[in-house]
């Protein structure tokens, strides 16, 4: 991978946890509306909102630049869409991205990658 498949996958992960975070106030939010005088929901809706369609971004670019398979992109894009699923992505890409920036210094320095 590239040093900008690399950076697709860093912005995924750094607005994955905050995205996952927000999602989780705004369930919070929901409950206290319901049962106090507390309504904090218009406000968490337009961060999580906000969040949601930069993760979704995100995802499309790195998805576009990976060319990951169907079944992991699809599994990156349920993880947003479940409360903690972020979490989860955030670890995963985690991974992926440190191993693409290793990759992609390797070939910069002519290390040659065998398998």
């Given at each position: 991978?590239?040093?900008?498949?690399?950076?697709s996958?860093?912005?995924?992960?750094?607005v994955?946890?905050?995205?996952?975070i927000?999602?989780?106030?705004l369930l919070?939010?929901?409950?206290?509306?319901?049962?106090?005088?507390?309504?904090?929901?218009?406000?968490?809706?337009?961060?999580?909102?906000?969040?949601?369609?930069?993760?979704?971004?995100?995802?499309a670019?790195?998805?576009?630049?990976?060319?990951?398979?169907?079944?992991?992109?699809?599994?990156?894009?349920?993880?947003?869409?479940l409360?903690?699923?972020?979490f989860?992505?955030?670890?995963?890409l985690?991974?992926?991205s440190?191993?693409?920036?290793?990759?992609?210094?390797?070939?910069?320095?002519?290390?040659?990658?065998?398998?």
């Amino acid at each position: 991978m590239d040093i900008k498949t690399a950076t697709s996958l860093r912005r995924l992960r750094l607005v994955s946890a905050p995205e996952a975070i927000s999602f989780l106030i705004l369930l919070v939010c929901s409950v206290l509306k319901r049962t106090t005088e507390f309504n904090a929901v218009p406000v968490m809706g337009v961060i999580h909102a906000v969040l949601f369609i930069l993760y979704v971004l995100f995802w499309a670019d790195a998805w576009n630049r990976t060319k990951w398979p169907r079944k992991t992109a699809a599994l990156y894009f349920v993880l947003s869409v479940l409360p903690t699923g972020g979490f989860f992505a955030e670890r995963k890409l985690r991974r992926e991205s440190e191993d693409a920036l290793i990759a992609s210094r390797a070939r910069r320095e002519g290390v040659v990658e065998t398998s």
